[in-house]
Structures are given as C-alpha cells and as structure tokens.
C-alpha cells in the first residue's frame, strides 16, 4: 500500500469522510494491505458500536411479478422465461408466524413492482403483521411508489423501507435501467421515505455494468451525505435472461472493500452480508461479517417459490426450511466470533419520534 492510500484510510477513520476525488483515488489504488487495513479499522468500529450482535432478518419474497424492467434483474418484466408467483396474505403472514417462532422480530418483505399490491392490500398485510407481532419490525422492499403510498403503509405500521439507489450516477443509472424509469424518481422515493419517518435502506450493486471508481466514488459520497440508516451492497450477478448475461459479476474483494469504506463513513449502520455475497463465494457472508456488515438476511419465502424469485443466477439458500437457514447463518457466524440476535436491532441512531396518527 503507497503511503498516499494510508493517509487517504486514516483520513477516512479520523473525518468519517473523503472528498469525492479522494474517495475515487481509494478505490482505484487499493491492493491487498488497503483492504487488510481497512477491514481492522471497520471491525473495530463495529464493535464499539454493536459488540460481536449480528442482527438477523426475516427476508419473505411476495411476489415475481414486476411492471419494471431493469436491465439487471431477472424478474423484469421483459423476461418471458420467469416464473411468476405472487404469495396471498395468509401465506406471507404464515410465514411470518413462522419466522416469528423461530425468534424472528424483523420482517422484510421484498417484491417486484407488482400492482396486485395496492396501498390497502398492502397496508392490510401490515397491520395483519404487526397486530400478530406487535414487538416485531415490518420492513418493506416493494420499490418506487408515491409518496402518499409510503405515507399510507407507514401509517399502517411498516417501520423501514429498503429502495438500493441503484447509483448515484444518472448517466449510469439510465444504462441500467430502462426509459420509463428515472434516477429523479428513485431520489424522491428515498427522501419521501427519510422524511416520512422510515428507517430508510439504500445501497448498490458492486460491479455493475459500466461502473467505475468514479461512479462509486459519487455512490460512497451519497451514502455518506444521505445517511442512510441501512445500506444493502452486494455484487451484480449476471442472469441468463437479461441482456447483461455476457458481463462478469462483481468480485468478492471490491465489496468486501466497500463494506469496510462504508463501516467507516456511518459507523452505526445496519449493513448486511448478503445472499449475493454468498452466492459468489462459500464463505461470502462469513467474510461480509469479518469486513465490517453487521446483518444477515436468511430466507423465509415458501421453499416452492425460492428459486422462481431469481434475481440472478445460482442464488443460494433456495432449497431449505426456514428454520435450517436461520441454523446454518448462526453456525457460520459461531465459529468466527460473532452471534445472532433476535432483537429487533434498530438503526442505534434512530431517535426521531415516529409521526403515526
Ligand atoms: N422491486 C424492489 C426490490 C428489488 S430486488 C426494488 O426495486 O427495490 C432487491 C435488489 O436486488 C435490487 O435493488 C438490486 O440492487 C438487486 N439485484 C437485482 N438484480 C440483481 C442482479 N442481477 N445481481 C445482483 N443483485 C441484483
């Protein structure tokens, strides 16, 4: 490592922060040593904030059906070959009894865009939640919708909301995503979320088509200037339906680096290790831990409808019970130091009064 990438990590330690430019350096420059250093650094400062907790999460995925068409993804709309299903009420809150029995008390429940779930279908399934489980947190990742919409489920008692931005390059996130869509929208959905009172997630794909360290260096500087209180980074997996096939996936090293970069800039921050990381390597999640993540995010959709919610190829955890998924994250996270927490583990810096009337 030169000096130069030294001074940029202690830099980082010490002001939580780099100029863009500086960010950008960071990343081209770094080698093994950097990432060494950088992993310490974030270690140390998760456990000042979180001791060896890694918070679990109930991940129960509601629907294939999606009107978007991300050029990424595989259950975009324009992929003919995708199975689609879409759980009923009753199934995602038997899955939620469920996960709640296995000391669950976070649910997050992920969709494509699908207009089956309108607001009052939507918030019917909160309330149905949270009146079951009143001491459990109900996250959602159901993607852009207006803001009286996350006005209405927050009122209904959804308590987070995961929305990745994707990139924080409109000229990168136009090459990803389709016309229809814009990056404008995606940045009003993530305010409307912050300012509504939501524990608001965002994050990005590592290595995704066209990305650069100047991309990610605009990504970093908005993680840092939006102060997410959940960032959900993972590598880009190409899927064989998408015209991104042909392109490689994002590398373990580059998003284990990232996980560090951003332990660093937010240091209480819920960041996951997730299913993507341990889909392109064995011990992906373990590493994710060990960089700096503090989450895991086992599966707790129906076993028949894991693999049709495949938003890349060979994603992992698709054939197993609920319970032997949240078995085999405790016995990965044992042996390396840390345990799994049942609690509800929200943002520590979450102190605004919720606006629920
Ligand atoms: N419809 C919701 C949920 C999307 S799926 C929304 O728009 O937020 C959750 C995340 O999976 C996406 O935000 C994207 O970053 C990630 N994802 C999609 N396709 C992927 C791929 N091919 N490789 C890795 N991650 C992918």
Redesign the pocket.
């Known amino acids: 490592m030169t000096e130069r990438i030294r001074e940029l990590i202690r830099k980082l330690e010490r002001e939580r922060s780099l100029p863009e430019a500086e960010y950008a350096e960071l990343v081209r420059d770094r080698d093994e040593e950097a990432a060494e250093l950088l992993a310490a650094l974030a270690a140390e400062k998760r456990k000042a904030v979180f001791g060896n907790a890694v918070y679990i999460r109930g991940l129960i995925e509601i629907s294939s059906i999606?009107k978007?068409n991300?050029l990424?993804?595989?259950i975009r709309q324009g992929n003919p070959c995708a199975e689609r299903y879409r759980l009923t009420a009753e199934e995602i809150l038997a899955c939620a009894n469920e996960g709640a029995g296995l000391g669950f008390r976070t649910f997050v429940l992920?969709?494509?865009?699908d207009p089956y779930y309108t607001d009052e279908r939507l918030s019917g399934i909160v309330r149905a939640i949270k009146e079951r489980h009143p001491d459990c947190a109900v996250t959602l990742?159901?993607?852009?919708r207006s803001r009286e919409s996350y006005e209405a489920l927050y009122v209904a008692g959804a308590d987070r909301y995961?929305?990745?931005h994707?990139t924080a390059d409109p000229g990168h996130y136009a090459l990803l995503h389709p016309r229809e869509m814009s990056f404008e929208n995606r940045m009003r959905c993530l305010r409307d979320l912050k300012e509504l009172g939501y524990q608001t997630g965002t994050?990005?794909?590592v290595g995704s088509p066209y990305q650069t360290p100047e991309i990610l260096a605009k990504d970093l500087k908005f993680i840092e200037t939006f102060r997410p209180e959940m960032c959900?980074i993972?590598?880009?997996?190409?899927?064989r339906h998408?015209c991104?096939r042909d392109e490689p996936?994002?590398t373990l090293e580059l998003t284990l680096f990232l996980l560090s970069v951003i332990r660093l800039i937010l240091p209480e921050v819920l960041l996951p290790a997730t299913t993507?990381l341990g889909t392109i390597h064995p011990r992906g999640r373990e590493l994710g831990i060990l960089a700096g993540a503090n989450v895991v995010m086992p599966n707790l959709s129906p076993v028949g409808v894991r693999k049709k919610y495949e938003?890349?190829d060979n994603k992992i955890c698709t054939g197993e019970e609920s319970a032997q998924c949240r078995d085999c994250l405790e016995a990965r996270m044992r042996p390396i130091g840390y345990r799994l927490v049942t609690d509800r583990g929200d943002a520590p810096v979450w102190k605004r009064e919720p606006a629920r009337t």
């Open positions: 999606c978007n991300c990424y993804c595989g992920q969709g494509g865009e990742s159901m993607g852009e995961l929305l990745r994707e994050g990005i794909m959900g993972g590598p880009f997996i190409p899927h998408t991104f996936a994002g993507a938003l890349y």
